[in-house]
């Protein structure tokens, strides 16, 4: 069994944003374990542009994105162990991972982050109807095909959900030859940035249909056609509004969910909303020295967001490897209110300056979004536009948070 | 015309066909099993609940009956010889009203004629043994177990296999003729020339028959559709857990099924369907699944779900009338060497050795079979690495790289149990092949993480083409071809 | 005859509605949009929208077949399926480094294809 001072699973944006972060912090023993061949995470398969505006004032790719941050890590020295997946996680920091050179390897680390990013939600997962035939794929694994081995999937395709990796894929495949005939979505608005339905819908003729989904999947051995119906406003098919379209492949885009496996393992209490750890404003879990950050603590829409989150959770690390752990007194819950889907973090002290990201549960405009604690206001913040897609981010000086009269906060949304 | 020399023809791989042909190996018979699919074990076979069953559900004295506790007693050690899982882990039949503790006892009463070993407990046992399960009472069978079904249709083929049994794949009945005292069977492949035909076609069975000039027979489709539960919410359930069934039904009633790899199923459903193929799932019915399961175990929900799927049964009760009847497994009136299995339901997975016994006896009353003299009756599946303790994992990672290489996370399967798979002793190269034999594609991801991995080991091992690679054979190709550079 | 055009700005996350009103291509007015950068995106858009091309080619030699790669330019929206053309089949050797130049004016354009990611020798 070795000892390391910080473990850190997953070499993708998070991980290594992280991992620079406690580094700059004083930890020098750091180990980063990824399961790919190389670092970047889900970076190397989104070669599409539009990463890194808010981080580097200019627009890059996914690739370029993970570079930059990957040359930093190499920069620093920073051992990243590739070719390796965690097998098991314990609550006492304690990893069992495989490595594809050595074998078997057992880690007891000082404090560890989790980054494991996300995995996609499937036609099993949403109860999709039919038989199963080949031709229904998730977007994230067409994007890996298509762009990390060259194979494309089908020619005459539907895509369902209209996430932003459905949509990136509906342009991305429409460059490579294929015929997309339609993005459908369940819900009334659409699920991705603005900037993916202009740039990879409309500028391909590309029709997105709102309120529509799919009730059957036909064909024996490869898919053959979809049944298509319109859904009324509790998402319910509206009898009579069916219609066939012919096709060889069913493209899901239809969710990301945290991939907490290990963190359960190791006892890390997860957020029913979110699918991620529940966490306190140091992005700390419920188990002392366990981080988290990234998508595996809840699906942002921005990478620069997620190097932003896993800085601080690398900082956070980097501190309790140094000084331990520390009782935290005046916990306050941070609940998500009337309008708002979640909140992170869902535990804040006093005496800090604070960071929320949240997002809302349904496109509006002129909104104000408001922190109250005992239905008094604390902090609010206008909106021209909110939408579901886009995650929301408002400080909060520690200054407004002096005296509270109860031990929760709430955000809502008006 | 070329044509292919045999004593026996078994038409049909499921675990009925599969389990005849390998008690037709013990013996000095030259046999071949014909399968339509790109697979064995393609129909309900693979679909169904896992349940190895104690056997109160047949009526007393019919051959369900016979056959079924033949199983039921014989399941382990069978399950042992072939390396397959096998868990005795009981089941509760849970009546939710007092008025259901009535046909507790009747089942009890039919149960211990056939010899089943049952006990009606209380509330309190109930709890004991499955504290998220609310009853009034249940009757408790503790021989029931689970098995892997598709695990099991594959290892009877691959022993089968060893013993000398060809097992032709991709190979459809098109036809049958009696010439010069010999049965002419027309394929889609090869024809084949046998002495005896053994009708285990299930859904089929009735067509098949009819080509011996039987048109007695109709199979009415029957269709069951499951739900199955991600491995984290195992902890849930231990042992099996019916409901009353309802009656003529032809179904037991949305039951839960905890499986061999910690999975839990809710099904099956249970609706005619004119269709024998088609084997979708439905919204109403997945709806229905759910909702039922939740009367039981309120703790389940939806976003357990990982997978929905569906099962045919072959029965040949009408829609009309419902419930069961016994197996139909006799000759033809036309031909004694022409044996047909009608029917073969639930328990079908149970009774198949039992089943394979009786055909056989039947045969060896008009052949007088001879013992070969090596029979091997074991068969080693793949070493399923994440279920070995640290000690052994570290060991054979040492000694092979195709241990050190994780391809699916969700169920932990090494790129060499990959290879394992793909190398099988029946020569399936298909996807499913690979899911069914190592598990792979078979977690919460359903192969998000997996598949591209996979396909890279097919192209890179095999030397398949992308053109190659196909989910289940025929048609059912993956992928349209390269992105860039296909033109050349 | 006026006419209109609807245009949603992808700027920022307000994502204003923006309404050009033109005559046979001569911008009459442009309404909506709540800052100046907003109603220049719309000005682009309606005169000669341009993209920034990503997509991939062949690699021989490499670790990995295909090496990710973007104009250096925004290109005319336009010209986006004459470069895909030439990028079915055309092929660089490994090893490459993020940034090298790939390929100069592809289909006559004013820009550069250039690598967004490493690929070493096999």
Redesign the interface.
Known sequence: MMKRELVIIGAGPAGLAAALAAYDNGIRDILIIE?E?RAGGIL?QC???GFGLHKFKE???G??YA?RYLKKVQERKIEIMT?T?V?ELRAEKYL?V???????LEFKADAVVLAMGS??R????I?L???????VY?A??TQ????????????NIVILGSGDIGLIMARRLT????NVKAVLEIMPYSNG???N???CLI?FNIPLKLSHTV??VKG???LESIIVTEVDENLR?IPGSEYEIEC??LILSVGLIPEN?LS?QADVQIDDITGGALVKDNLETNVPGIFACGNVLHIHDLVDYVSDEAENAGQAAAKYIKSGHKWRKNNIFVEAGDGINYVIPQLITLGKDLEFSMRVKKPASDKTIKILNNNELIAKNT???V?PS?MIKINLAKEKLLSLKTASIKVVVE | MDTQNYDIAIIGGGVVGTAIARELSKYSINTVLLEMESDVGQGASNSNSGVVHAGFTAPVGSLKADVCMYGNSHFEELCADLDVPYKKVGKLVVAVDKKQVAELYNLQYIGSKNGAELNIVGEDFIKKMEANIDGKAAMYSPNSAITSPYELTIALAENAFQNGVEIKLNTKVLGINKINGKFLIKTNQKNIRADYVINSAGLYSDDIASFSGEDRYKIYPCRGEY??LDK?SSSLLSHLVYPVPPENAGGYGIHLTPTVDGNILIGPSNEYIDCV???????DV?EQLIKEARDFLPKIS??M?????SGIRSKIVPPEIGGFTDFVIEKSPRYDNFINLIGIESPGLTSAPGIAKYVVEMIDKMENLKNKEIFNKKRTGITKF?ELP?AE??IL??EN?G????VC??E?ITRQEIIDALHNPLGVTTLKGVKYRARATMG??????C??RI??IMQEEFNMD?EQI?????????????????EK | MIKEKEI???LC????DIKITYTSQEIQGIDGA?CSKGNDYAKQEFEN?V??L???I?VKGG????V?V?TDEPIP?EK??SI?EIL?TFEVKAPVM?GDVLLENPADLNCKLIA???IKRK
């Open positions: 399961r061949k190397n070669i599409h542009d627009i890059l790719t690739p370029e570079y070719s997946i097998t069992k495989i490595n594809e050179e050595i074998g078997i995995r996609e499937t036609a099993g997962g109860s109807p039919g038989e199963r035939m080949a031709g998730t994230g694994l890996n095909l298509m762009n990390l081995q060259n194979i494309k999937v089908g020619n460059l490579e030859g294929a940035l603005n900037r339905i202009n740039q500028d009730i059957d024996k051995d490869r098919a060889d492949t496996e359960k909106f021209k536009k939408n886009e | 739900y199955v984290n193929d088609n084997k979708a799932t439905t919204k997945m939806q976003d779900v990982i997978r929905s799927y994440s640290l994992q570290k990672a040492e790289a241990y050190r290489e994780l996370r969700c932990n919460r991801c359903q192969g998000g993480y598949m591209a396909v890279k992308l196909q989910l289940t054979g025929n048609s059912s190709n993956l992928f349209a071809g390269q992105a860039k550079g296909w | 949603t700005c992808i996350p307000n994502g204003c709540t929208p993209r920034t990503t997509s991939s062949l670790d990995s077949d295909l990710s973007k929206l986006i399926m895909m079915k993020v967004t990611r490493e």
